[in-house]
């Protein structure tokens, strides 16, 4: 009987279903020397019996879709920020081994500060830097790697010190600090080279399963496809021409860090400790008294600076007050201030799977866009809160209620055009129940953050209480919501 | 393919991408490109000359998940 020797990890998922259920090849052109990185990682983490508590962070770039084919955790970073999200699940997984796994343009390009801090804090973390001196996923413009006289999209004519600067040796900047303890460069040139770089794979694993520290592994790899050559020229070309810039070798491997990673655990506080510090933690209100008749599912809308995110947080916390399940989810423009904004809200008893608010039934808008906007997504049966001071018109829909209040002129009488949302949230607490005027009252002392604007949404509340009582008639009343 | 006594790899055409790093990661040269191609388009490696070492080069040289399986002959008196 033969017996198998070399073959697919398990850490690999057995097929790959984003093109197709049952697909079993990577996304990858050929000869790409990302699937063959994979495959060594894949074959360590079996081998170290990592699987069940590896975290795969995946960056940016071709490798995007890393978690499509590692049968582990996995999470995928915004652009270049992998070690930062590493580093938070380091310190809050102790026994989590994280994996940062990134190309040149993420690491070196949009993410060089995040690697260095991260690799400058000696976090317990491993790095594996997949170098192929070209963006490859956007199709081959230069990257900080790339070499001098190198031809790409971006640098037709070569890449020129003079113009373009040199290119960066990240092994090397990661060297010159003194918290690392592992810093190798491999290459993917040929099966010989490709065995070393199994070796510091590995090492650079068992690294962190021994809580060493920082590694990184600086990975030479082929792209063929914006290299324009085929699969076996580009190990050639690699060779020949990126070994010299970038030589190969280990350039740190340490007995131990410079600091002990239990020693680090220690230096943290509790959360509870926090708190006292911030000064909030005595001051948590708890009434728990509402019981909802139903999830609220709430949207307020309207322009940066009329306080739409922060009536939202209001509201959030409110609820949390209340000793309901909440979510506050913003969504805003690059302008902040005048630009669009608006906010998701959700209270419930039950745990809240997502945060989005697509189809509301409660929206509160406080100017026309946002009315023009939402109000079609309203529930049927839903509520909208329009601030009629700047949305004018009427509510065209008939199968939700509606309550135009004047929310700005009002506001303005009283001395704080800001205080116009606390208005209508204050309507939205009593039509809704989902909250108690007395948590509002409560919470907002600690909510604001401008302490001389406290009295004025005191007033707003007793405002809007009264044009609540004027409003809505008794029998209405019960058969809101 | 009488591979009884023999060292082999097996290559799954259906997940070669045909980029022929195994074929210049063989020491011995077992591995070539045929002129078959497969559902990809892809004209794929084939494992051709029984001198594998079982080494595992084309194994780790291969940049796509599970194509290449490496076998083991039966030990001697086994």
Redesign the interface.
């Known amino acids: 009987m033969h017996t198998i020797k070399h073959q697919k990890a398990r850490s690999l998922y057995p097929t790959f279903d984003r093109k197709a259920p049952g697909a079993d090849v990577s996304h990858y052109c050929p000869g790409c020397g990302h699937g063959t990185v994979h495959n060594l990682i894949a074959e360590a983490i079996d081998d170290l019996g990592i699987q069940d508590r590896t975290i795969f962070c995946s960056p940016v770039g071709c490798s995007v879709f890393a978690y499509y084919y590692f049968d582990v955790g996995n999470i995928q970073c915004a652009h270049g920020r992998a070690p930062a999200v590493a580093s938070a699940i380091r310190r809050t997984h102790e026994e989590a081994i994280v994996i940062s796994y990134q190309g040149d343009g993420d690491l070196a390009g949009i993410g060089m500060s995040q690697i260095v801090h991260a690799a400058n804090r000696g976090e317990n973390i491993t790095v594996f830097f997949i170098n192929n001196a070209i963006y490859g996923m956007t199709g081959g413009q230069m990257a900080p790697t790339t070499i001098l006289g190198q031809n790409t999209v971006t640098t037709p004519a070569g890449r020129l010190a003079a113009n373009e600067g040199f290119p960066v040796g990240v092994a090397e900047i990661i060297n010159s600090l003194q918290a690392p303890v592992f810093v190798e460069r491999v290459s993917l040139a040929g099966p010989v080279k490709v065995m070393k770089a199994r070796m510091a794979i590995r090492k650079a694993l068992r690294n962190q399963v021994e809580k060493k520290g920082f590694s990184l592994v600086e990975i030479l790899s082929p792209c063929p496809v914006n290299w324009k050559m085929t699969a076996v020229e580009s190990r050639r070309w690699l060779e020949n021409n990126l070994e010299p810039v970038f030589p190969v070798g280990n350039l740190r491997d340490l007995p131990k860090g410079p600091f002990d990673q239990v020693d680090k655990k220690k230096a943290r506080i509790s959360d509870r400790k926090i708190l006292e510090i911030l000064g909030v933690g005595e001051e948590e209100v708890h009434t728990g008294t509402v019981r909802l008749k139903e999830e609220q599912n709430f949207k307020i809308a309207g322009f940066g600076g009329q306080g739409v995110l922060s009536t939202g947080i209001l509201l959030a916390n409110c609820a949390i007050a209340e000793g309901l399940k909440t979510t506050w989810l913003p969504s805003y423009g690059a302008e902040m201030r005048g630009g669009t904004a608006n906010a998701s809200i959700n209270i419930s008893h039950e745990t809240i799977g997502s945060p989005i608010v697509s189809f509301p039934n409660a929206l509160m808008v406080m100017n026309l866009p946002s009315l023009d906007a939402f109000e079609d997504t309203v529930r049927p049966g839903g509520a909208i809160y329009v601030n009629s001071s700047l949305a004018p018109r009427k509510v065209r829909r008939e199968d939700v209620t509606a309550y135009h209040i004047p929310a700005s002129d009002i506001a303005n009488d009283l001395g704080g055009i800001q205080c116009a949302s606390v208005i209508l949230l204050t309507v939205y607490a009593l039509v809704s129940g989902a909250i108690t005027i007395e948590t509002l009252q409560k919470v907002i002392p600690l909510a604001i953050k401008r302490k001389n604007l406290v009295d004025l949404n005191m007033r707003a509340i007793e405002v809007g209480i009264a044009w609540h009582r004027e409003n809505c008639p008794k029998e209405e009343k019960t058969t809101e919501v | 393919m009488g591979?009884e006594e023999s060292?082999?790899s097996q290559i799954n055409p259906?997940?070669c991408?045909?980029?022929?790093?195994c074929?210049?990661?063989c020491?011995h040269g077992c591995i070539e490109i045929g002129s078959e191609i497969n559902q990809?388009g892809?004209q794929f490696a084939r494992f051709a000359v029984r001198k594998c070492i079982?080494c595992?080069?084309c194994?780790?040289?291969?940049?796509?998940?599970?194509a290449?399986?490496?076998?083991?002959?039966?030990r001697k008196g086994?």
């Open positions: 591979t060292n082999y259906k997940r991408k045909g980029c022929a790093a074929v210049v990661a020491p990809m892809y079982a595992g080069m194994f780790y040289s291969c940049p796509e998940f599970g290449i399986t490496v076998f083991k002959k039966p086994a």
